[in-house]
């Protein structure tokens, strides 16, 4: 039994989708645990990341979160390229990351104690 075109779409989103967060997470990592970072090592590292980026085929996103790692993605790649020296690059997908990991994580957790709709009963 062939499997129906929606699920051959889905897994190839997730395929996608999983692919794009290894090369984050991979070049996080890279760039975190790298006592002596180079730009040279950095674009060594992102080619062979990119290795396993490049064996999935690209699906268009839909949802902010993913478009964001995506940019994300997309920004380190350029960076590669570019003559900014390691420890701008480190620097700033850093602080992308970090804001992309905010982003998803105020969505997530919302604290109700601070609102003053919960305490409007009491009175």
């Given at each position: 039994?062939?499997?129906?075109?929606?699920?051959?779409?889905?897994?190839?989103?997730?395929?996608?989708?999983?692919?794009?967060?290894?090369?984050?997470k991979?070049?996080?990592?890279?760039?975190?645990?790298?006592?002596?970072?180079?730009?040279?090592g950095?674009?060594?590292?992102?080619d062979?990341?990119?290795?396993?980026?490049?064996r999935?085929?690209?699906?268009?996103?839909?949802?902010?979160e993913?478009?964001?790692?995506?940019?994300?993605?997309?920004?380190?790649?350029?960076?590669k390229?570019s003559?900014?020296?390691?420890?701008?690059i480190?620097?700033?997908?850093?602080?992308?990351?970090?804001?992309?990991?905010?982003?998803?994580?105020?969505?997530?957790?919302?604290?109700?104690k601070?609102?003053?709709?919960?305490?409007?009963d009491?009175?």
């Open positions: 039994m062939a499997a129906s075109n929606k699920a051959i779409e889905n897994s190839t989103r997730l395929r996608y989708i999983r692919a794009l967060e290894r090369f984050h991979s070049m996080i990592s890279y760039l975190l645990n790298t006592p002596e970072l180079t730009k040279k950095y674009i060594k590292k992102c062979n990341a990119l290795k396993l980026l490049s999935v085929e690209e699906i268009a996103l839909y949802k902010g993913l478009q964001d790692l995506q940019k994300l993605v997309q920004k380190m790649i350029r960076l390229d003559d900014k020296d390691a420890e701008d480190k620097s700033d997908l850093l602080y992308s990351s970090n804001q992309l990991d905010k982003n998803k994580n105020s969505r997530r957790y919302k604290k109700d601070h609102s003053n709709d919960m305490y409007k009491w009175e």
